[in-house]
Structures are given as C-alpha cells and as structure tokens.
C-alpha cells in the first residue's frame, strides 16, 4: 500500500504518547532532584544505555534513585536514606514516618534522643499533664484535675463536684463541696437535704441536715434534740444552743445551764443567784444594791470612785472636774495651767472645784497649784488635802501634821512610824492594813494577831492577805476574793463562775469570753478549736490550720492529707499529692500506680515507676514486678521474665532440659559463675562474659538492655523495631513499618503492602492497573489525530472534485521502488 508524502501518522502518534508518559511521571515524582542527573554517583559520572541515566556503582551518601538523582529527605538522621526507596534508617529528633515527614505530637514528654517512634509515631516517654494516648493527642477529660491514665484517658482525680472514671457525671446539685469520686454518693448534704446523693429533703421542720427520716444531724438556730423539735432558750446568746442538751452561753442578766433563771436585780452577769460578777450600769456594791453617786454613769464596785461620766465634759473620781473650765493650757500640751473661776483648779486636762479636797475652807484653794489657801480639815493632810491622817495617831485620825502626815502626839498600841503607818501587824501579814487580837484580854503576842483589812487588790483569807487572782483591775471582794469585775485579760472564770482560775488558750490579742474560754477574735497561728488550746497538726505548712484543724495553706513536704497527717514514705524526693498522696514518681525500691509495690525480687532491689524491675529478677522469679515464682523451680535457676520460660536449668542427672532451656549446669557451677550479680551493661551469663543481642534496646535508664542471668532482652526496653523473640533475634515478617509484638511476633499495625491475614502470611495477588490519566491522555490524543486524518482526507476528496466534476475517487498506487508486504 502506498501513502502520500508530509502525512506520518504512526510517527505523530508514537511522539505523542512518549511525551505524555514522560510528563505523567514526572509530575507525579515529589522528591528534589540533584543539580545534574549525575551528581548523586560516586564519582559524578554515569551512562545512557537506554535513554534514561544509571550510576556505576551505589550512590553517595545522601541521594537515591536509579539514576541516584534524588536527594534523601531532609529529616532523615545522618542524613542517609534507602538507596532504592528513599526511606530513612532514622529520623532527627521530633519527625517519624518513613521518609521522617511526619512531626512527633508536640504532646510528648521526653527529653531522650528520640521524641517519637518511627515506625508508629507513639511516644516514647510519658505525655504532657493533660494529654493521653500512644501519641499523646488527645486531651484528658475536661473535668481531670490535670493528669490521666495513659492508655485510657480515665481521671486518677476529679475537679470538685465532678466524680467517675472520665470525671464526666457531676455530682449531685444537693452535695455539701463535693462527692465521692468513684460512686458519687455525698458524705454530707446542704442544709436541708438526705440521702445518698442528697436527693431526699428532711421531713421534719426544724433539720439543717439530717441522716434519715428520723432523726436530725444538725438543727436550724433555735432548736434543739433529736428531732430538733425542742426550742433554745430566749435567753441564749446568738440564739444557739446545744443540739443534744439545749445548754447555752447565757445574754446578760441570766445564768443557769440553759439560762432559765434570771440574775438578782441590777446584775448584769451572775454565776448564780447569789454571786453577782458584773453590776448593771450605775449600780454597785456585793448583791449590785446601791447606786452610783449622781453623775457617775458606771462606778467600781466599792463606790469610791467613778469609771465613766454620764456627761462627757466631766472626769474625776467623782466626775466633779470639767475639761471646759481651764481657760488657759500649757503650750504645745494639752494640760491645763489656768482655770477660769478662783475655786478651781488645774488637774490633768482640765480643772477641779475646790470643794473635791478637804480644805479648812472648802472654797478657797490655789487656782494654779490647788493648794489649799487656809490647811486643811482635821484628819486630813497634803497640798490638796487629800490623805487621811492615820487612824494609830494617839488622840486618833484627827491629829497629825497638815502638810507631811505625821502624827504629832505619837502612835497607838503595836503601831510604830512618824505616820503610825507602820505596825506589828504589817511586819505579820504583808498588805494587810488592819489587825485584831484573836483573843481577850488582848496579848502582847504579835502571834495572836489576825489580819482584818486588806490593801486593795488582796482579800482576806484565815487571818492574812491573798492577792486578788487574775481579776480585772486587780479587784475582788475583800471577804472571799470572788473577782467583781470579771477577769483580767486572759483569763476567764471557772465553773461556779467566780473566781479567775482558767487561762486563756492561745487567743488572738489574749482575750476570751468571760465564762466558756472561746476566743473571741480567732487563735494565734499553730492553734485550733474554739478555746485555741489543741496545737495544729505538726506537719501543716506554716504551722497554720482552720478551725476544724484541717491544713488551710497545704502540708509541709513528704506529707498529705487534710491533717497532714500521712506521708510520702514511697515517693521519689517524699513528692506526692497533697490530697490523694499519689506519687508522682516512685522511690527505686518500690513501683505500681500507688508505688505500693515493692522491688524486692528485682535485680538489685531496683525497678522503674508505672513499669516494674526495668533490669530483670532475682534468680527463681519472673513477672514485670518480679513477684511469681518460676514454674519449676527445683529444676530452674533462672527463667524469662516475662513468660517465666526456664532459660538457666538444673542439670537433674541425665533428664533430657526443657526446650527452652539455653544453659543447663549444677549447682556449684551455678554458684561460681553467677556470683556477681550485676554485669557491666551489654553482657550477661556466666562470668558475665557473654554479650547481648545486638537486637536488644538501652532501657530509658541507659543501664542495661539484657537480663543478667538468661540474657533475654528486658520487657521494659523490648526490641529494635522490626524484631521480637525473647532474644529480639526473629524478625517480624510482612508487618507495616516492620512492628510487631515481642512475644509472638503479631503485626502492631496491620500488614504490609501486599500481605494480609491475621499473620501477615497471605500474599495478595497483583492485578496491574491502568493508569487512567495516561489512558485519557493516549485516547485523547489518537482522537484528535484520526479527526485531523480524516479532515485531510476530506480536503483532497474535495479539491480533486473541483477539478475534475466527473471524475471517480482516486485511489494512488504505490511509488516507485516501494514494496508491498
């Protein structure tokens, strides 16, 4: 068949199927080329043999590819890959997948040289608080209280009134702070409400909180008893009382245990009916019976002396001084140096009238120095005339010297002194002011003498003076010396009410309350209760606790609990939380959540926390936590420690040593070889002279990577990726990114590509595929030639019609030399 010159349909079409094909393969490849096609050979060079460039030889360190024209990616570790596939051997800190493209979680927390692991991203150490997961991508439960578990992100503690496994049920709106983490139940409800989860309120009227339907656990204010249905006395102070009793702290004016019984007339605070402590306002005297001169508003409880002023310009034992009557004070002082009218005179801030001496005239006195003008009254002597003569001067209290007090005619019986202040009896009984013979006649005897006054402040007591015990001002009835006021600061009364006996606890400011020891203002820091008398518990931080005892500002280190009470014997550095007591890490000797664990059967007494005996057990034992005995122990020295396999046996006298078994000796070989029980890291066995398998990991401690006795690969650290097998020596066959179990070898993440079952052993048959872009392309571009054939052969069909109307269609024969086939 002969064809027509200029028109290579074949050759058109072979052309545009090459460049077609070369473009779909090239805009598929991802990898960066090198700068020449060569670059990536050994020696720069490479040949051509079939129209694509190939290396002589491997290629340099850091390209792959047939023609070693790629670069390995950039995160692969040396920078090294595959030099067929472009896969890296490692990957730098922070990458994993193949060709290292993939970025570790940022969740990972691990400072080793490897963030992540290569073949499955997983991390290798332990996640952030508040993450979990293999790559720890996923945030713990919104209400954990920062940490959960690692595998399955359930909570190790809830944030208040949050409980359950993932701390998702919220704990029930009636719960008195908070509930039980595990089952939810309230172990104590709001004011009003029972039951388990509070759900139930109390029937009877007058509960703040109660147990069951029957009975209250505590009362609303104002009642009291079982049932809460007995009301406190009005009289109570703070409208509280006792839940059980009904006893209470009484109001003034009334005493008794449940402050039923009223106080004698004008008596402000009693300890009975018959001993008045606190006189009412303007009253004074033992039973309270006598009134206050005029202008006092309180007064002491002799009467002598005023305490307050009803009127506010008034002072003075007698609020007779006014402070409005100086008319001139001393400059840059307050004291008064000048009084306004003659008959006053200057005193302290202010003045007083004349007539408050004893002056022979009893309006005439000094109005600078308050000197009487014209002595003083009998009995009576001083400047101001103020001091009674001694009642011991012969001729009595009313002869002695004006100015000084001396008596001028001498002193009575027993009384000695230019004053006659001075007697047998003084000498007898100090601060006594007055005696009397015990018996008439009268002796000579300063032994038959008996006190029978006292200085103020000391109260008579058989025949002498007592000091008047921690009152208020040092004053108590001279009888008895039953405190009048109350008590002094810090003390308070004891049970009768009468007498200062009982010191305060360890109150803010010393003060207390008058009858029951409360401190009024709270307790000094180190001490609680309501008396601040119980020390904190020893171990609070700061030595502070709340009322209840309970450590408000934490325990010191090594301790937890509400009361401090437990300590952190197990955790590393005594660190563990200050409400659970859960251990962040555990010391070397123990292991497990609680570190409750111990590592007695480990190597060495040593294990890891969360992981057991990291360097392998103690001949006989197996287990993480080396706590099982191996399963024949007469006939094994050591076995695998996960599997409890016997690896080192008895030679029992010809029996034939189980399979499993690598080594078999007696037992003073046994002795002899193995008496050193730790080898240098990387070797185990006899004499510690073997060396482990190169396919064993480092554990994260970088101290061993086989057991000292069997040379098995230790659990904790398991095998290079692509390995399992007690010695790590079998390979896992068919498995994705070569990850497999240590023990049977089963693939981690499925099968590789090509393979499936549940062993990876089933190969999948390959079916070759059509590329449908490159298909697309082929047919579109023999489309579009057939249609420029076809309209060709159209145009010359037409043009030799216009030339030749009758013409037929012209088929042309072959040219010259052509030949047909």
């Given amino acids: 068949m002969s064809s027509r010159p200029g028109v290579t349909v074949l050759g058109t079409v072979t052309w545009v199927l090459m460049w077609t094909s070369w473009y779909s393969q090239a805009s598929q490849e991802s990898f960066p080329l090198a700068d020449d096609q060569c670059r990536g050979c050994p020696d720069g060079s490479c040949h051509d043999p079939d129209g694509q460039y190939k290396c002589i030889g491997d290629c340099k360190s850091g390209y792959f590819g047939r023609s070693c024209q790629h670069l390995c990616p950039s995160r692969c570790k040396d920078g090294t890959c595959d030099k067929m596939l472009g896969t890296c051997a490692g990957c730098l800190y922070g990458f994993h997948g193949p060709r290292c493209s993939l970025q570790c979680s940022s969740h990972c927390n691990t400072r080793d040289h490897q963030k992540c692991y290569q073949e499955t991203g997983s991390c290798i150490g332990a996640c952030l608080l508040g993450y979990y997961g293999q790559s720890c991508d996923k945030a713990c439960p919104e209400h954990c209280n920062l940490s959960c578990n690692r595998n399955d992100g359930s909570c190790f503690v809830c944030d208040s009134r949050y409980w359950g496994q993932f701390c998702n049920n919220t704990c029930a709106p009636n719960c008195f702070l908070a509930c039980d983490q595990l089952t939810g139940r309230c172990p104590v409800c709001n004011s009003g409400w029972r039951g388990v989860t509070c759900q139930s309120t109390?029937?009877?009227?007058?509960?703040?909180?109660?147990?069951?339907?029957?009975?209250?656990?505590?009362?609303?204010?104002?009642?009291?008893?079982?049932?809460?249905?007995?009301?406190?006395?009005?009289?109570?102070?703070?409208?509280?009382?006792?839940?059980?009793?009904?006893?209470?702290?009484?109001?003034?004016?009334?005493?008794?245990?449940?402050?039923?019984?009223?106080?004698?007339?004008?008596?402000?605070?009693?300890?009975?009916?018959?001993?008045?402590?606190?006189?009412?306002?303007?009253?004074?005297?033992?039973?309270?019976?006598?009134?206050?001169?005029?202008g006092c508003k309180t007064c002491l409880r002799s009467g002598l002396q005023c305490t307050d002023c009803k009127d506010e310009d008034r002072y003075g034992d007698k609020c007779e001084c006014s402070f409005s009557e100086c008319a001139e004070r001393e400059k840059g002082k307050f004291d008064c140096i000048l009084c306004s009218e003659d008959d006053w005179f200057p005193f302290e801030n202010g003045c007083c009238p004349c007539t408050s001496g004893h002056c022979l005239d009893s309006a005439a006195c000094n109005s600078h120095s308050a000197a009487c003008s014209s002595g003083c009254q009998r009995g009576y002597y001083g400047i101001m005339c103020t001091n009674k003569c001694s009642p011991f001067c012969t001729g009595g209290n009313t002869s002695c010297h004006g100015n000084l007090g001396h008596c001028a005619n001498g002193c009575s019986a027993d009384w000695f002194g230019r004053k006659c202040d001075a007697s047998f009896c003084t000498e007898s009984y100090p601060h006594c002011i007055q005696c009397a013979y015990r018996q008439k006649p009268y002796s000579v005897s300063r032994n038959d003498l008996d006190c029978t006054e006292c200085e103020p402040g000391y109260y008579i007591t058989n025949g002498h003076c007592e000091e008047c015990l921690h009152c208020k001002d040092n004053k108590c009835r001279s009888h008895d010396g039953i405190c009048l006021e109350g008590c002094a600061r810090g003390w308070f009364l004891d049970t009768f009410r009468e007498y200062c006996t009982n010191e305060c606890g360890r109150c803010v400011n010393h003060i207390c309350h008058a009858f029951n020891g409360t401190c009024v203002n709270g307790c000094q820091p180190g001490y609680y209760d309501h008396t601040c008398t119980v020390h904190c518990p020893r171990n609070c931080q700061y030595a502070t606790c709340n009322s209840s005892g309970i450590c408000a500002e934490g325990c010191n280190h090594g301790f937890y609990g509400l009361y401090c009470y437990d300590q952190c014997e197990r955790c590393l550095q005594d660190v563990c939380d200050r409400e659970t007591g859960v251990c962040l890490k555990c010391k070397p000797q123990w292991h497990g959540p609680e570190c409750s664990q111990s590592c007695d059967g480990c190597v060495e007494g040593m294990c890891t926390d969360g992981q057991g005996c990291a360097d392998g057990c103690w001949p006989g034992l197996y287990g993480i936590s080396c706590n099982m005995t191996c399963p024949d122990k007469s006939s094994c020295y050591a076995c695998d420690q996960m599997s409890g396999q016997c690896?080192?046996?008895?030679?029992?006298?010809?029996?034939?040593?189980?399979?499993?078994?690598?080594?078999?000796?007696?037992?003073?070989?046994?002795?002899?070889?193995?008496?050193?029980?730790?080898?240098?890291?990387?070797?185990?066995?006899?004499?510690?002279?073997?060396?482990?398998?190169?396919?064993?990991?480092?554990?994260?401690?970088?101290?061993?990577?086989?057991?000292?006795?069997?040379g098995t690969c230790l659990p904790i650290a398991g095998c290079y990726p692509g390995n399992y097998g007690l010695y790590c020596d079998r390979i896992c066959?068919?498995?994705?990114?070569?990850?497999?179990?240590?023990?049977?070898?089963?693939?981690?993440?499925?099968?590789?590509?090509?393979?499936?079952?549940?062993?990876?052993?089933?190969?999948?048959?390959?079916?070759?595929?059509?590329?449908?872009?490159?298909?697309?392309t082929t047919v579109a571009v023999l489309g579009a030639t057939g249609v420029g054939l076809l309209m060709v052969l159209l145009c010359y069909i037409c043009c030799t019609t216009r030339k030749d109307p009758k013409a037929e269609v012209y088929i042309p024969t072959d040219p010259p030399g052509h030949t047909t086939l």
């Avoid at 509280?240 to 007339?265: L, V």
Wanted: hydrophobic share 25%; proline share 3%; charged share 20%.
């Fill in 202 to 294: 109390c029937s009877l009227t007058n509960c703040k909180s109660c147990t069951t339907n029957d009975e209250c656990s505590a009362c609303k204010e104002g009642w009291y008893g079982l049932k809460c249905d007995k009301s406190c006395s009005q009289y109570c102070q703070s409208s509280t009382c006792d839940r059980r009793t009904g006893n209470c702290d009484c109001q003034n004016g009334w005493f008794g245990e449940q402050c039923n019984n009223p106080c004698i007339p004008n008596c402000s605070l009693c300890s009975s009916n018959r001993t008045c402590v606190l006189c009412e306002d303007g009253f004074y005297g033992a039973n309270c019976e006598h009134k206050c001169i005029d």
């Fill in 733 to 776: 066959i068919n498995c994705l990114y070569g990850a497999c179990t240590r023990d049977a070898g089963m693939c981690l993440h499925g099968c590789a590509t090509g393979w499936s079952g549940p062993e990876c052993v089933a190969k999948i048959e390959t079916v070759e595929t059509v590329d449908i872009s490159l298909l697309f």
């Fill in 647 to 710: 690896i080192v046996c008895k030679d029992t006298l010809g029996s034939p040593a189980p399979p499993s078994c690598k080594v078999v000796m007696d037992d003073v070989t046994w002795t002899e070889a193995y008496r050193e029980t730790s080898c240098a890291p990387g070797y185990y066995g006899e004499f510690c002279k073997m060396q482990c398998s190169e396919k064993c990991l480092v554990d994260s401690e970088k101290r061993h990577c086989c057991d000292r006795f069997t």
